[in-house]
């Protein structure tokens, strides 16, 4: 069995967890004197903050397939897209590298390009039929369960 999927798949299913929340709204904390625009503006960035870390997530899942040099034709159709990949590994960077101005170009890059919005969707659900077609998530688990006995 091929570990290097499983392990893949974490990652893809850490960014896919993220994803599932960026819409929510944010618990209230804090005063009832803040007026309804200034709770709108906080629920739009801590919005954004989730929107971005999914996004920065997924780029480590597309550096871990062209790592392991796996092959799914759907993802690799969308992977063509340089421009998307080379902003989207920007995006990353400026999630999670500090940077000294917090409206960086290398942080809108990704966000202005054209349809970049549906190109991330889609290359999210790529990746999950990629690994539903080729995860050996059974095997995995019957080869953890004959370790633990």
């Known amino acids: ?42 629920n739009m960035a801590s919005m954004f903050a989730r929107m971005s870390v999914w996004y920065a997530l997924l780029y480590v899942v597309v550096e871990g397939f062209r790592e392991l040099n796996l092959s799914h034709p759907e993802v690799e159709e969308l992977l063509k897209n340089e421009e998307y990949l080379d902003s989207l590994r920007l995006f990353r960077n400026a999630t999670f590298h500090y940077q000294k101005n917090p409206l960086t170009e290398k942080a809108w890059r990704f966000l202005l390009a054209k349809d970049s919005e549906i190109w991330i969707k889609h290359i999210n659900d790529a990746f999950e039929k990629f ?3 080729n995860l050996p998530l059974e095997q995995f688990v019957n080869e953890i369960k004959g370790k633990d006995a």
């Open 131 to 133: 690994f539903f077609e």
């Open 1 to 42: 069995m091929d570990i290097k999927i499983v392990a893949l798949h974490k990652h893809w299913i850490t960014a896919d967890a993220v994803k599932q929340f960026v819409s929510s709204n944010v618990i209230e904390r804090g005063s009832e004197e803040f007026p309804a625009w200034f709770k709108d503006l906080g």
